[in-house]
């Protein structure tokens, strides 16, 4: 069908070739409007949290996300000039829409305020640069604007500074290790095209979709860095298989024979990323949802494109197009059963037990350090240091304590208006504040019985509360579960009272629990529906069960380098790198999908190899050795070019996207190497003839060809 296919393609290559350019360009006036429907919003749907923010929302007319927050650092200020510095912020806050001045209090030379707002973190933020102006216009030259708005503000320009260069840095290494590889300029050409469309279009894509979801900031980032690199491994390895079927042959057999092969091979490889990515649209979080999202599109494009836009541009470009000269010819007509990798495999099949016992015991001591993980919600301190925000969070920090720049929020309903000025609520509210400011991790409250502590109807408090440590410390995350389970149900408000704590530590361990409950199940169905995928694309039983459990030893490890450099700072001073107590719970999600997706890419197109070879009849030792040596160099540089495409992720300012990119570059590599390197030819070898097995009663009910059991073997 393939085969057919790609002649039809070939045929109508032009109007191909036309219409991805009109997506191309589609896409790239829409990715230019996209970053309006971008949030950095963490909230859980149906949790405590939420149900608090959209009571702040609707009773109190506040959008969390566009609350602003100005700090002030004085020395020796009467309170006469303490109370012209509020007034003279609460005048300035005019400039923004909708704004209100819900708390501002003076504590040890710092005086910090919160402008709320009804508007939301993208409209706000354009109101960021008239609101520093007119603070300086009111004499406070010394005044900080932080809070969610103001770090969009000042972020979004500096993602968009990360993201070019991390382009250049990738498209240059990308383009190297392309032209190392495939030694002409015109085949150059092909994956640099393929890429672009793919990109774009998958940019387009998910600008449609933002009209109708939440997406995260980072997500232009990630799709574009990774999205290179997954573009361009795919289309390396139709032109790596449209090169070698080319020899001695027609262009029109060469290419359906490669499109029949390696762009089945590329299909079920596209669907295994989708796959796993897919799952995470099972998380009952948007912010992770967004990412599940972003990344099915990617891949799936992708395979779309690899059969249309790569089998036009293929025919387009011809066989002369693709065949390799000066130093790269030479080595690619050098036979590849004489290479460097052809002798690795054979080692590995002489010596498995030994091979194996080796590659576990490094994978395992690289995989220790997972052991200290802990995760935090968001590192919202790990900002560049020249943006005015994220100098207003370090003095919030070094004057105040980390605590305030993510205070909680306890939102009190009493059930009926015209409750909150009774004797019995009142003294209820002195004696939990009272109460709460107790505590040993409390910093201060702020409580009342007027706006903006009550709403208009008086049926709704609210209490604010800052803590001594950060939103993901574990002092902050005991306070938060103290303040649900403790010191809210042990007050005296009415029977009907209801309690609900918000603000970002709330929402952050709301997150964390939505991701603990979720993790598993999202887990199980992504090794279960991949093993089925594999079982029908290799037609054997146990393949697939060596395939994932590689797959986790790939991952494990890339978490445990995460810990190394993160957390103990090994190597951060080299690389860049923050360097944090905890590592962003969402990356490791996010990242075991997407390595799980590639490293199962990298396992089906080495393992088709072997098995189109096995087929033709050899012995297992030949067919693990052909098929390492026909693929390993290929696959290697498609992970090296995504690596090269994670580089531009660690190289930028934020630790999120660090940690991300630290992961891929790191789970890639250790995946190339040890894993598909010397664990997968040795574990093949110790499988013998079990590799291939597939019962006749199962292989009909995948309706796929048979693969008896077959005779033992003798090793090379």
Known sequence: MLERWSQWIARQRRAVIVLWIALTFAGIFADSHLNQYLTTSIAVPGSESAKADHILATAFQENIEGTFTVVLNFKNASDDEIASFKSKIARASEVIPTSKVTQQRAIGGLLFANIGSRMGLYEAATYTDDFRAALLAEGLKQALVTGPPAIDADVSPVLSSDLQRGQIIALLMALLLLILMLGTCRAVVIPFLFALATISTSLGVIFLLAQ??????????????????????????????????????????????????????????????????????????????????????????????????????????????????????????RDPMEGFIARMARMSVRRPLRVLTVSLVLLFAISGSILSLHVTPSSITALPQNLESSRALDTFTHKAGAGIITPHEIVIDLGSPELASTFPVESARMNLVEVLSRDKEVFVTASGVKAPFVDPTGRYLRIFLVSHHDIGAPQTVDLVKRLRTGYLHATHFPPATRFYVSGGPAQGFDLISALKSSAPKIVTLMLVITYFLLLRALRSLLLPFKAIAMDLLSITSACGILVLLFKSGIGSTLLGTYHLPQIEAWVLLFLFALLFGLSMDYELFIVSRMREVKDRGVSNSEAIVEGMAETGGVVSGAALILVAAATGLILGDFAGLQEVGVGLAFGLLIDATIIRGLLLPATMVLLGRWNWWLPTSLARVLKVKASPLGSRETRL
């Open 212 to 333: 109708k979801m939440l997406m995260v900031l980072y997500i232009p980032n990630i799709v574009e860095l990774i999205g290179l690199g997954l573009a361009i491994d795919y289309s390396l390895l139709v032109v790596h298989r449209f090169r070698k079927e080319s020899q001695g042959r027609q262009e029109g057999d060469a290419l359906a024979t490669t499109m029949r092969t390696a762009g089945k091979t590329v299909i079920v490889s596209g669907m295994c990323v989708a796959i796993a990515l897919a799952t995470l649209l099972l998380v009952p979080i948007p912010f992770v949802r967004s990412l599940g999202a972003a990344g099915i599109i990617v891949p799936l494009v992708s395979v779309i494109a690899a059969l249309t836009l790569q089998p036009a541009l293929l025919s387009y470009f011809g066989k002369r197009g693709v065949t390799p000269r000066g130093f790269v010819g030479a080595m690619a007509r």
